[in-house]
């Protein structure tokens, strides 16, 4: 079967730009997760969907970081603007929950913001 | 939030030693994760434990999971060269896959 497929891989940017990352999960997943992975930390969850309703965006950064799923498939994930404390690696993941939590995830996308 | 915490933080042997991992985490779960991620990739799932379960095994990896300390242990036998990578595990929060900290782990050849 497919993986979860990312773009970009690679993305620089300057502070105050704005900037788009795009998701394709494993079909038929209806769980789909953003991550935030910072240089030496552990992935830091972002927002979660189930199906195109979320689950959880409690640690989305609201005022400049926005997020969807169009038709329960496909997501975007969009930071506009851009902060120098953005720069980290933003991964996707897709499971099927119900039949097991296992995630699978993307390569990611390393976002650098100079 | 980032429910589990791993330790040790990095850890170095000697290819063919064992390797163990610890994570604790804060919250009633109702399974846990172990997960590898090589440097610049996405993570892979490695095993899964779920709360009723002491005990399991998939290859090298054996896993157990202590509930009443809210506490489990990876352990890597007969390490590889290629074992090198960073490891975490991952907590069900609520409906929220929660990831922790990690171990960095360097096998030398």
Known sequence: EAGVAQSPRYKIIEKRQSVAFWCNPISGHATLYWYQQILGQGPKLLIQFQNNGVVDDSQLPKDRFSAERLKGVDSTLKIQPAKLEDSAVYLCASSSWTQTPEAFFGQGTRLTVV | ?109
């Open chain 2, 1 to 109: 939030s980032q429910q589990g915490e791993e330790d040790p933080q990095a850890l170095s042997i000697q290819e063919g030693e064992n390797a163990t991992m610890n994570c604790s985490y804060k919250t009633s779960i109702n399974n846990l994760q172990w997960y590898r991620q090589n440097s610049g990739r996405g993570l892979v799932h490695l095993i899964l434990i779920r709360s009723n379960e002491r005990e399991k095994h998939s290859g090298r990896l054996r896993v157990t999971l202590d509930t009443s300390k809210k506490s489990s242990s990876l352990l890597i036998t007969a390490s590889r060269a290629a074992d090198t990578a960073s490891y975490f595990c991952a907590t069900d929060e609520g409906n929220k896959l929660v990831f922790g900290a990690g171990t960095i782990l360097r096998v030398k050849s």
